[in-house]
């Protein structure tokens, strides 16, 4: 049913992006915590129905890797973020220059493509936006986590 996945989707939000754990820890978790119990298959149609992936597309990281090249060159640092949470400088570097299009695709008349769903490049501010890392401070993660056991918890 579509309520049960619904009224779980913020815990294996946080478990699956916010903690990094693996799909199957994730199952494991939900199945002795919270008394989920669901196939993989299940699982794997769920997260892709709510866009929850680690893995981002080739066709992605090329757009990005556009995005990235038509900013001014040695005028402003890049930070991009992928579901508000910053990708690391050596992730970005790594895929970039895996997947960026070769010098003949880049050179192509075509119009700038649409930035994929969940990503925002960006200059980085001065001082990181509360808004993009208020959930990664550790009070609010573990605040979350307190809430995905079901504990009862006064706001601040």
């Not at 970039?96 to 969940?118: C, L, N, Q, S």
């Amino acid at each position: 049913m579509a309520a049960d996945w619904e009224c779980h989707k913020e815990t294996i939000r946080n478990l699956y992006l916010s903690r990094d754990m693996s799909l199957q820890d994730v199952m494991v978790l939900m199945k002795e915590k919270h008394a989920f119990e669901k196939s993989k298959g299940q699982y794997e149609r769920q997260l892709k129905k709510w866009s929850f992936t680690k893995n981002n597309a080739v066709e992605e990281w090329k757009i990005i890797g556009g995005k990235i090249d038509k900013r001014p060159k040695g005028c402003k640092a890049t930070a991009v973020y992928k579901n508000g949470r910053l990708v690391p400088k050596a992730k970005l570097g790594k895929a970039i220059r895996r997947y960026f299009p070769a010098p003949m695709e880049v050179y192509k008349p075509a119009p700038t493509p649409k930035t994929p769903e969940g990503f925002v490049v960006c200059t980085p501010l001065a001082l990181d936006p509360p808004s993009i890392l208020m959930n990664n401070l550790p009070l609010f993660r573990f605040q979350g986590h307190l809430r995905s056991l079901g504990t009862f918890i006064e706001e601040i």
